[in-house]
């Protein structure tokens, strides 16, 4: 069908006088051209049902043909249609024209101005199939152009009949066309219209709103930063519509940019709350990976949630629509601010999106205000917190440095309180490396004064923990350590004593570790900053000089005092005082225990008894006579008896100090008894040979023994060792009383004769009663001797004498003792120095020897072997005495053991005599 109407730019034609058509036409005018208010898809409906009623229409479909963002055409923008109930569909989101031939075909013609006009019958295929679906049978597409420019076409459909339009039918269709077309287009104009004003509304809503929100953030303020952010960034949300506004900073590190949330706006939670913790410090390539590129060239993101490659990540955070608007600070990219409706799928439109950039930006610019306000008012702070912490430093350094006379603990208590109440700090703890690296020992405590040693820490093993932190300070490295965050056996450990934050502090000296020094808060959680640690550092620097330098005088007083000790105890050895030797060891052991703190001192002399080393005690030194140990377990003891493990260590030349609690338990058992808690025991060697050991025992105290309390008693010992050896050669040369000439030893027994003890018993008796000192005799007779020799012969007889003298003489160990022949089968022994304890042991060692022995006499009435009885005489010595009381009283009681039964000893002390 050709162009049936003249083209012109008016929407209405000159119609033909049809009254129909006319009627119908003037009616559609009527409620098209002057409705008002109306609801515009009733006035369509109403419009349009005339037209279609007079042209026999079943559907009337009004296109309009504007281009797209995407390169396509617009499709019906408004349908009206018969047979669904006379149902009006009005679409604002209009549908896109299909690509096709017969669109293409129809189009052409109608962008001429001409009409279109089909019948189905008359279609070709591609119409046939492309109108088909529809269901008309025959349609006119009339062309609407507006102000000489194709607007779009009105298609007219019958979906009975199938009859051909007439030229009247045509030409009214046309009119219908444009005034259809026209009131869309007024419609529309006017929609335009009250949305530009609603926009512009909206726009000027949105400005009043970031203008408001500007002079709260840009304002002076006594509420909180947070209170403050609540109120703006509210006005804000609320503009937009949103629930949850964030501010994101960015980090570059090595391996890219990171990201942090630093403020967060939920109105659920009523405004400003924390930022999310696994939010802090979150790379980009693990958030948001498709972000970084975006927002770092400027590109905001504006979409619903769905259609983002993030979408899953987002709907775990409920998001459901968001706005992220990057921000730049001096032209870099600084972080980004998100926007989000948790409610409802949209995207937000132009002008929302550019008002969302500057509220971006300005709450961006509030939240680094606020972090430079906040920073500047640490770093002022922290200049007031230096400023004290130095104070503080002042006067400990000048408590410390300038002290004259005063105590110890007074000084160092002045001299930390300061620190400790700059830093906040409960307690400061000195410990000093001992034993050979092997632990820690506290030498020093203060918990806001001086305070007692703690007993659980006097010793600290270098085990688990410690030997980590061991490791650590070896290093020269500080700990600085809040106890939460420390593995648990760390943590399990400190927090025994209350620790919850702690510092250490290694010292060295000459460059190897003396030890640390922990400053302990007992109060708060907390990592030591950079302030407190300059300030701890000095502080424990300061306190370790000080505790070293009191060291140091206390170890050159002590030193002195331990050299005076020893000159004394050096100038008592060296008097020449005849009798005085045992007084002056004497003296000097009490001295040295004086001075050093001890409580006993044993000097032990070794000797050999059947191979088996054994030790006697000799000189025993105790102001407490409940110390002071049983003589019958003090001569000849095999060493395993005297102290397991002791003689190896001993011949190695080691000295023996520990605390008790320390030792082995076979040694423990032995040493607890006696009530030791702490001993130093020192070998003295004699000209290369093992002589013996000294002994100092303290039963107060558990202490760790100096090197110089060591080196002392080692030059004691070995003084009064060899004071003894001297004493020991003196007396047996003045024993011996070698002349030239003279003869000395029975010739049988080859032990002393009777010479002997008649030239040298009363000068031994005038030396001890210069120091009124002990003298025992032993007068020794065999049971039975002379039916032995009557039974076994003389020949016999010499040899029983032989082995009882020899026997007798290893029993006395003593240099200073001797044994004599007195004559026949009788002995005698000589024991200076020997009260009646060491006497009746002597003579008990004497009958069980003798029996050991094991001399067959079956005349013996009192045993099958050979057996002898003994008479004791012991006394202190005057010189009144003389020695035939002595041989007397001790040969009366060799007579009453011999009435008495034989093979028995019997006492008498000169006292009771």
Same mark, same amino acid.
Request: net charge negative.
């Given at each position: 069908?050709?162009?049936?109407?003249?083209?012109?730019?008016?929407?209405?034609?000159?119609?033909?006088?049809?009254?129909?058509?006319?009627?119908?036409?003037?009616?559609?005018?009527?409620?098209?051209?002057?409705?008002?208010?109306?609801?515009?898809?009733?006035?369509?409906?109403?419009?349009?049902?005339?037209?279609?009623?007079?042209?026999?229409?079943?559907?009337?479909?009004?296109?309009?043909?504007?281009?797209?963002?995407?390169?396509?055409?617009?499709?019906?923008?408004?349908?009206?249609?018969?047979?669904?109930?006379?149902?009006?569909?009005?679409?604002?989101?209009?549908?896109?024209?299909?690509?096709?031939?017969?669109?293409?075909?129809?189009?052409?013609?109608?962008?001429?101005?001409?009409?279109?006009?089909?019948?189905?019958?008359?279609?070709?295929?591609?119409?046939?199939?492309?109108?088909?679906?529809?269901?008309?049978?025959?349609?006119?597409?009339?062309?609407?152009?507006?102000?000489?420019?194709?607007?779009?076409?009105?298609?007219?459909?019958?979906?009975?009949?199938?009859?051909?339009?007439?030229?009247?039918?045509?030409?009214?269709?046309?009119?219908?066309?444009?005034?259809?077309?026209?009131?869309?287009?007024?419609?529309?104009?006017?929609?335009?219209?009250?949305?530009?004003?609603?926009?512009?509304?909206?726009?000027?809503?949105?400005?009043?709103?970031?203008?408001?929100?500007?002079?709260?953030?840009?304002?002076?303020?006594?509420?909180?930063?947070?209170?403050?952010?609540?109120?703006?960034?509210?006005?804000?949300?609320?503009?937009?519509?949103?629930?949850?506004?964030?501010?994101?900073?960015?980090?570059?590190?090595?391996?890219?940019?990171?990201?942090?949330?630093?403020?967060?706006?939920?109105?659920?939670?009523?405004?400003?709350?924390?930022?999310?913790?696994?939010?802090?410090?979150?790379?980009?390539?693990?958030?948001?990976?498709?972000?970084?590129?975006?927002?770092?060239?400027?590109?905001?993101?504006?979409?619903?949630?769905?259609?983002?490659?993030?979408?899953?990540?987002?709907?775990?955070?409920?998001?459901?629509?968001?706005?992220?608007?990057?921000?730049?600070?001096?032209?870099?990219?600084?972080?980004?601010?998100?926007?989000?409706?948790?409610?409802?799928?949209?995207?937000?439109?132009?002008?929302?999106?550019?008002?969302?950039?500057?509220?971006?930006?300005?709450?961006?610019?509030?939240?680094?205000?606020?972090?430079?306000?906040?920073?500047?008012?640490?770093?002022?702070?922290?200049?007031?917190?230096?400023?004290?912490?130095?104070?503080?430093?002042?006067?400990?350094?000048?408590?410390?440095?300038?002290?004259?006379?005063?105590?110890?603990?007074?000084?160092?208590?002045?001299?930390?309180?300061?620190?400790?109440?700059?830093?906040?700090?409960?307690?400061?703890?000195?410990?000093?490396?001992?034993?050979?690296?092997?632990?820690?020992?506290?030498?020093?405590?203060?918990?806001?004064?001086?305070?007692? /040693?703690? %007993?659980? $820490?006097?010793?600290?093993?270098?085990?688990?923990?410690?030997?980590?932190?061991? +490791?650590? !300070?070896?290093? &020269?490295?500080?700990?600085?350590?809040?106890?939460?965050?420390?593995?648990?056996?760390?943590?399990?450990?400190?927090?025994?004593?209350?620790?919850?934050?702690?510092?250490?502090?290694?010292?060295?000296?000459?460059?190897?570790?003396?030890?640390?020094?922990?400053?302990?808060?007992?109060?708060?959680?907390?990592?030591?900053?950079?302030?407190?640690?300059?300030?701890?550092?000095?502080?424990?620097?300061?306190?370790?000089?000080?505790?070293?330098?009191?060291?140091?005088?206390?170890?050159?007083?002590?030193?002195?005092?331990?050299?005076?000790?020893?000159?004394?105890?050096?100038?008592?050895?060296?008097?020449?005082?005849?009798?005085?030797?045992?007084?002056?060891?004497?003296?000097?052991?009490?001295? /040295?225990? %004086?001075? $050093?703190?001890?409580?006993?001192?044993?000097?032990?002399?070794?000797?050999?008894? +059947?191979? !088996?080393?054994? &030790?006697?005690?000799?000189?025993?030194?105790?102001?407490?006579?409940?110390?002071?140990?049983?003589?019958?377990?003090?001569?000849?003891?095999?060493?395993?008896?005297?102290?397991?493990?002791?003689?190896?260590?001993?011949?190695?030349?080691?000295?023996?100090?520990?605390?008790?609690?320390?030792?082995?338990?076979?040694?423990?058992?032995?040493?607890?008894?006696?009530?030791?808690?702490?001993?130093?025991?020192?070998?003295?060697?004699?000209?290369?040979?093992?002589?013996?050991?000294?002994?100092?025992?303290?039963?107060?105290?558990?202490?760790?023994?100096?090197?110089?309390?060591?080196?002392?008693?080692?030059?004691?010992?070995?003084?009064?060792?060899?004071?003894?050896?001297?004493?020991?050669?003196?007396?047996?040369?003045? $024993?011996?009383?070698?002349?030239?000439?003279?003869?000395?030893?029975?010739?049988?027994?080859?032990?002393?004769?009777?010479?002997?003890?008649?030239?040298?018993?009363?000068?031994?008796?005038?030396?001890?009663?210069?120091?009124?000192?002990?003298?025992?005799?032993?007068?020794?007779?065999?049971?039975?001797?002379?039916?032995?020799?009557?039974?076994?012969?003389?020949?016999?007889?010499?040899?029983?004498?032989?082995?009882?003298?020899?026997?007798?003489?290893?029993?006395?160990?003593?240099?200073?003792?001797?044994?004599?022949?007195?004559?026949?089968?009788?002995?005698?022994?000589?024991?200076?120095?020997?009260?009646?304890?060491?006497?009746?042991?002597?003579?008990?060692?004497?009958?069980?020897?003798?029996?050991?022995?094991?001399?067959?006499?079956?005349?013996?009435?009192?045993?099958?072997?050979?057996?002898?009885?003994?008479?004791?005489?012991?006394?202190?010595?005057?010189?009144?005495?003389?020695?035939?009381?002595?041989?007397?009283?001790?040969?009366?009681?060799?007579?009453?053991?011999?009435?008495?039964?034989?093979?028995?000893?019997?006492?008498?002390?000169?006292?009771?005599?």
């Amino acid at each position: 069908m050709g162009n049936e109407i003249s083209e012109n730019n008016t929407f209405l034609p000159v119609l033909e006088p049809q009254n129909s058509f006319s009627n119908a036409l003037n009616k559609s005018i009527e409620i098209l051209a002057f409705y008002n208010k109306e609801n515009f898809k009733e006035v369509m409906f109403n419009g349009l049902a005339p037209i279609a009623s007079a042209a026999g229409l079943d559907r009337i479909v009004i296109f309009d043909y504007i281009k797209t963002s995407d390169g396509k055409h617009r499709g019906h923008v408004y349908r009206w249609n018969k047979t669904e109930d006379n149902a009006v569909d009005f679409k604002e989101n209009q549908e896109t024209l299909s690509d096709s031939i017969v669109i293409e075909d129809w189009f052409s013609c109608l962008k001429n101005n001409e009409s279109v006009f089909r019948r189905y019958k008359d279609m070709n295929d591609e119409e046939k199939n492309f109108i088909g679906p529809s269901g008309a049978r025959s349609i006119f597409l009339s062309p609407v152009f507006l102000n000489e420019k194709f607007w779009g076409a009105v298609i007219f459909e019958d979906h009975v009949k199938g009859f051909e339009y007439s030229k009247d039918c045509a030409g009214f269709l046309r009119a219908a066309a444009y005034m259809a077309s026209a009131a869309i287009i007024r419609q529309e104009k006017a929609r335009d219209e009250e949305q530009a004003a609603d926009k512009l509304s909206y726009r000027e809503k949105m400005l009043v709103t970031l203008n408001k929100a500007s002079i709260i953030f840009l304002s002076q303020h006594k509420e909180s930063f947070e209170d403050m952010m609540t109120a703006g960034v509210t006005l804000i949300a609320d503009v937009f519509h949103l629930d949850r506004i964030s501010v994101w900073k960015n980090t570059e590190k090595p391996d890219g940019l990171y990201v942090s949330q630093i403020y967060r706006w939920h109105k659920q939670s009523g405004g400003t709350t924390m930022p999310m913790p696994e939010f802090i410090d979150v790379s980009y390539a693990i958030f948001m990976s498709s972000w970084e590129s975006i927002l770092s060239n400027g590109e905001p993101i504006n979409s619903f949630v769905n259609s983002l490659p993030e979408a899953e990540t987002l709907k775990s955070l409920g998001i459901v629509s968001l706005f992220v608007a990057p921000v730049f600070i001096s032209n870099s990219f600084w972080g980004f601010v998100i926007f989000e409706d948790l409610n409802m799928v949209r995207t937000f439109n132009e002008d929302s999106t550019e008002m969302m950039k500057s509220a971006a930006f300005l709450c961006a610019n509030t939240v680094i205000m606020n972090e430079k306000t906040i920073s500047i008012r640490e770093n002022t702070l922290k200049l007031k917190r230096r400023e004290i912490m130095l104070q503080a430093l002042n006067k400990m350094a000048i408590t410390l440095i300038s002290h004259n006379e005063e105590k110890f603990d007074d000084v160092m208590n002045l001299g930390l309180q300061p620190v400790g109440e700059a830093a906040g700090i409960d307690r400061i703890a000195v410990y000093k490396l001992l034993d050979n690296d092997k632990k820690f020992g506290q030498i020093y405590l203060w918990q806001g004064e001086s305070a007692p /040693l703690d %007993e659980e $820490l006097r010793e600290v093993p270098l085990d688990s923990a410690v030997l980590r932190w061991m +490791e650590i !300070v070896n290093r &020269g490295e500080n700990i600085n350590a809040n106890v939460k965050d420390m593995p648990k056996d760390e943590a399990d450990w400190l927090s025994r004593f209350g620790v919850k934050a702690i510092y250490f502090v290694p010292i060295f000296t000459h460059g190897n570790i003396w030890g640390v020094i922990t400053m302990e808060d007992h109060t708060n959680y907390r990592v030591f900053d950079e302030e407190c640690i300059d300030l701890l550092q000095s502080a424990a620097h300061l306190c370790a000089d000080t505790v070293l330098h009191f060291e140091m005088e206390l170890e050159t007083e002590q030193k002195n005092k331990l050299l005076s000790a020893l000159n004394h105890v050096s100038a008592t050895m060296l008097q020449k005082e005849t009798g005085s030797f045992g007084k002056s060891i004497y003296e000097g052991m009490r001295f /040295l225990a %004086e001075t $050093l703190n001890f409580d006993r001192i044993c000097i032990w002399k070794n000797s050999k008894i +059947e191979d !088996v080393v054994c &030790g006697t005690l000799f000189y025993e030194w105790t102001d407490n006579e409940n110390l002071r140990q049983s003589r019958d377990t003090t001569v000849g003891i095999p060493f395993g008896k005297i102290m397991p493990g002791w003689e190896e260590l001993l011949l190695q030349g080691k000295t023996i100090l520990s605390l008790v609690n320390n030792m082995p338990e076979p040694i423990r058992q032995q040493l607890v008894p006696r009530g030791i808690l702490s001993i130093i025991v020192v070998p003295v060697f004699i000209n290369n040979q093992f002589w013996g050991f000294v002994g100092f025992d303290d039963c107060q105290h558990e202490r760790i023994f100096s090197q110089n309390e060591e080196t002392i008693v080692n030059s004691a010992a070995k003084l009064w060792a060899g004071a003894m050896v001297r004493a020991e050669m003196e007396n047996e040369i003045q $024993l011996l009383g070698i002349e030239a000439g003279k003869v000395y030893y029975d010739a049988l027994t080859n032990i002393y004769n009777r010479r002997f003890l008649n030239e040298n018993l009363n000068s031994i008796m005038r030396t001890l009663s210069r120091s009124n000192g002990w003298l025992s005799l032993m007068m020794i007779d065999i049971d039975f001797f002379k039916l032995y020799n009557d039974t076994y012969g003389h020949g016999e007889g010499d040899k029983c004498l032989v082995t009882i003298a020899q026997t007798i003489v290893k029993s006395v160990t003593r240099t200073s003792d001797f044994v004599v022949r007195y004559g026949g089968e009788e002995f005698m022994v000589v024991l200076p120095n020997t009260d009646e304890n060491g006497a009746c042991m002597l003579a008990e060692k004497i009958l069980e020897s003798v029996r050991a022995c094991g001399i067959p006499h079956k005349e013996n009435k009192v045993a099958d072997c050979v057996t002898v009885s003994i008479g004791v005489m012991t006394g202190k010595v005057s010189h009144l005495d003389n020695p035939d009381v002595f041989i007397k009283v001790a040969d009366e009681m060799l007579y009453k053991s011999k009435n008495n039964g034989r093979n028995m000893y019997t006492f008498k002390n000169k006292v009771s005599s």
